[in-house]
């Protein structure tokens, strides 16, 4: 009798806990990759294009270029002077591009192949910190602290949800609002006829917001203190539901990887790089990528990677990711160094080979 309770009481635990699959490891593949050193953005409504700067210095002008996977460039606009490149900014569907120029007194906004320039009565004390800080997801939305003043082209700010900000605050677009990270908090803001607080939401002292980004329903902060990173739920800080990050495993990789990086993303699906503790070179040993259900993680094929930034982002079938590597790995990485932009395929179900 003892033996058969026992019995049926491990049933039950397992089935109200079930063991874990161990996770099927799928390939990544360098598809493509070229010589750049600087920011770029994935840009385009269906086939994936990514956008950067490229600055001619006998003419002043920057050009923004889009190229495609398979290595297809074309110009898609121009502005004088240089441009900031943690601005360059671009709306899920690829209508809307918005940049700020290198010295923070002008603000382009390229929207049906027509530029519509502001500038500010004094450069702007600001550096875009996230994907959707300057720029909303949808394109309806900019951030600045400061005021435009429009000087040519369509006045498409009229039509367009201006937040002002103070000097300081890092604003994220998410889902039709901002969270805008303060001293001790992140304030939450929704538009109707204008910009209000709904809430506060508590953080930890002495740390920064570096990135929000939406995986699935989800929208994971990624917080730095410059020693140390840490990650929560924006909307389960608010109501202490559970923690979904360990619940799908993403605490798990992080303490088993090198956890002092950004969860990053696009379109809905998150990723983060698996490199190795205690290692300035940043080796890439994979990546994992997850949404609401499901993580998958990537192994890397191919000679070995060494990230030369911080940022993965996504393609919108999650079919392909990019990141900034150096040329030749280094002993001791400098920012200097030859760098590269590296597109992978990844193998991930429904993705074609």
């Not at 290198?102 to 996230?130: C, E, N, P």
Request: glycine share 8%; aromatic share 10%; charged share 25%.
């Amino acid at each position: 009798m003892w033996r058969l309770l026992y019995g049926m009481l491990i049933a039950a635990l397992a089935i109200s806990h079930p063991i874990r699959a161990k996770p099927v490891i799928l390939p990544a593949t360098v598809v493509s990759a070229f010589d750049f050193h600087g920011k770029v953005r994935f840009c385009y409504d269906q086939v994936p294009e990514i956008i950067y700067f490229r600055h001619d210095a006998k003419t002043d002008l920057t050009d923004i270029v889009a190229r495609s996977i398979d290595g297809r460039v074309r110009t898609i606009a121009q502005f004088p002077g240089f441009g900031d490149e943690r601005s360059l900014s671009c709306s899920v569907d690829g209508s809307t591009i918005a940049v700020l120029d290198g010295d923070h007194d002008h603000l382009y906004i390229f929207k049906a192949s027509q530029v519509s320039v502001y500038r500010f009565d004094h450069s702007l004390i600001y550096t875009v910190t996230g994907l959707y800080s300057l720029l909303s997801p949808d394109g309806s939305a900019i951030s600045v602290p400061g005021d435009p003043i429009h000087v040519s082209g369509p006045d498409v700010l009229r039509q367009m949800k201006l937040l002002r900000t103070e000097t300081g605050d890092r604003v994220f677009f998410e889902g039709g609002n901002a969270y805008i990270d303060k001293d001790r908090v992140i304030d939450l803001y929704e538009y109707s006829d204008d910009w209000k607080k709904k809430r506060s939401i508590t953080k930890p002292i002495g740390f920064g917001v570096e990135e929000t980004s939406r995986c699935g329903s989800h929208i994971v902060a990624s917080l730095s203190n410059d020693d140390d990173y840490g990650f929560f739920l924006l909307e389960e800080r608010a109501t202490r539901r559970g923690d979904w990050l360990n619940e799908i495993g993403a605490r798990v990789l992080l303490r088993a990887f090198n956890n002092l990086v950004k969860i990053d993303g696009g379109y809905g699906r998150c990723v983060f790089p698996l490199t190795p503790k205690r290692d300035v070179r940043h080796f890439l040993l994979g990546i994992a990528t997850f949404d609401n259900e499901s993580m998958q993680r990537f192994s890397i094929e191919g000679p070995l990677l060494a990230m030369s930034d911080d940022e993965i982002r996504l393609s919108k079938d999650g079919c392909h990711a990019f990141l900034s590597a150096f040329k030749q790995v280094p002993e001791i990485p400098q920012f200097t160094m030859p760098q590269q932009v590296v597109v992978l395929r990844l193998a991930a179900p429904g993705c074609k080979s």
